[in-house]
T-cell receptor, first 117, second 112 residues
Framework: AQKITQTQPGMFVQEKEAVTLDCTYD???????LFWYKQPSSGEMIFLIY??????QNATEGRYSLNFQKARKSANLVISASQLGDSAMYFC??????????????FGKGTLLTVNP | DAGVIQSPRHEVTEMGQEVTLRCKPI?????LFWYRQTMMRGLELLIY????????DSGMPEDRFSAKMPNASFSTLKIQPSEPRDSAVYFC??????????FGDGTRLSIL
């Protein structure tokens, strides 16, 4: 079974500062994928970034980067230069290697990020 | 390209009524997923399809829930009869192979 743990129910950051949202995972699959999604107050789920378990480098997408530490089973999201529009709930999710029932995403409980002006 | 389209955006109905949620996946995507989001249970997968065939329905809560995908561009999630505990936001998502899943805007369902 796969499990995602997000230990920070809420985080606050000043505009223009960087923030790290924590995510740890547990799986017995040798190959897996890790994802981060953003859910603003309007409710939609927005895909941000993906990291494969065998990727040699940490994933980056604009101001988002994923600090992947495989041995520690952590996949923290780093948002640089925070903006007011980054205020939202952030979910970490995991998927197995694919095939069979392994395409489903298992989500953490989320971290509510508030960016202060 | 158009994203995943869900309808209706909001649904309010009385207990015992039949509820049908609809989803149009992104064109070319071969996987379609139905998720439910509640405060108590968070985001959980209900069922998913590959090439219109249900692959894993282990998350469907009970027989009152059913899902179909008659073709590559349409899926429904039906609840009959509905109960107040079914109140939640229901998301449809689609993906191409093992690429990231893209979500629709969700249907906010309230059962009175």
């Amino acid at each position: 079974a796969q499990k995602i743990t997000q230990t920070q129910p809420g985080m606050f950051v000043q505009e223009k500062e960087a923030v790290t949202l924590d995510c740890t995972y547990d799986t017995s699959d040798p190959s897996y994928g890790l994802f981060w999604y953003k859910q603003p107050s309007s409710g939609e789920m927005i895909f941000l970034i993906y990291q494969g378990s065998y990727d040699q480098q940490n994933a980056t997408e604009g101001r988002y980067s994923l600090n992947f530490q495989k041995a520690r089973k952590s996949a923290n999201l780093v948002i640089s230069a925070s903006q007011l529009g980054d205020s939202a709930m952030y979910f970490c999710a995991m998927r197995g290697r694919g095939g069979g029932s392994n395409y489903k995403l298992t989500f953490g409980k989320g971290t509510l990020l508030t960016v202060n002006p | 390209d158009a994203g995943v389209i869900q309808s209706p955006r909001h649904e309010v109905t009385e207990m015992g009524q039949e509820v049908t949620l609809r989803c149009k996946p992104i064109s070319g995507h071969d996987y379609l997923f139905w998720y439910r989001q509640t405060m108590m249970r968070g985001l959980e997968l209900l069922i998913y399809f590959n090439n219109n065939v249900p692959i894993d329905d282990s998350g469907m809560p009970e027989d009152r829930f059913s899902a179909k995908m008659p073709n590559a561009s349409f899926s429904t999630l039906k609840i009959q009869p509905s109960e107040p505990r079914d109140s939640a936001v229901y998301f449809c998502a689609s993906s191409q192979g093992n690429q990231p899943q893209h979500f629709g805007d969700g249907t906010r369902l309230s059962i009175l």
